[in-house]
């Protein structure tokens, strides 16, 4: 899936990175992989903290919401702010702007993609099989390491609120607090173990050629 996100990425920045005077050329493929990271990693981290519902939230919400205003979306704008600072050297202002624009359009393609009937590579069982370390096949539940019981974020997509939370039975309450526990620890433990080994951005290496 980090492959997919970052062609998506490639296709989506024309003109925030691709034709930006701002980066340099043999700098995009960076930019790329750098907005790829965090998109990426921001919905992990979320997931780790027991985000669940404004995960799904943002998948469930028909592309609304999409700006600096939701959490999620601003934490990952800032984040890739503080990349490009760190990484191209960019100045806060040429940062902001390039972030600004990118992930709110590249989250609503994602999120288009994602929640499409059309097999476009996308599906919202193997966006969070990856982020989740679980395995799953397109339209399949998630099987999630250390729980016996598969998971159908495509169907519990289904239940996502007006308001963005989860509601299994539809009497206006939650019931999801085993699911999101178990989401929270198998993305923790990814984390965990990338920290001893390949992060994104060493996965995202091969896609730019090193």
């Known amino acids: 899936m980090i492959e997919q996100l970052f062609s998506l ?4 920045s024309q003109q925030e990175i691709i034709n930006n005077p701002a980066i340099p050329n043999e700098q995009n493929g ?7 990271e965090s998109i990426f990693g921001g919905l992990q981290n979320v997931l780790a903290n ?6 799904m939230g943002l998948f469930g919400n028909n592309q609304q919401g999409l700006n600096q205003q939701n959490p ?10 503080g990349q490009f600072m760190t990484r191209l050297g960019l100045s806060q202002q040429s940062a902001t702007g390039i972030a600004s624009a990118l992930i709110p359009l590249v989250l609503g393609k994602l999120v288009g993609n994602t929640t499409s009937t059309e097999n476009n590579g ?4 193997g966006l969070l099989g990856s982020l ?13 390491p250390g729980r016996d019981n598969g998971i159908d974020f495509g169907g519990l997509l289904s239940k996502v609120t007006q308001g963005g939370g989860l509601d299994i039975d539809g009497d206006g309450d939650v019931d999801l607090q085993d699911i999101i526990a178990a989401t929270s620890g198998a993305a923790t ?20 050629g090193r």
């Open 9 to 12: 990425i490639q296709q989506e």
């Open 30 to 36: 960076l930019a790329v992989g750098l907005a790829t």
């Open 50 to 55: 027991g985000g669940l519902e404004q995960v």
């Open 72 to 81: 999620l979306v601003g934490g990952i704008i800032q984040n890739l702010i």
């Open 122 to 125: 996308f599906d919202i069982n």
């Open 132 to 144: 989740l370390g679980g395995k799953s096949n397109h339209g399949n539940a998630v099987q999630i």
């Open 189 to 208: 433990n990814v984390q965990r173990n990338r920290q001893g080994g390949a992060n994104v951005m060493d996965l995202i290496g091969g896609l730019l």
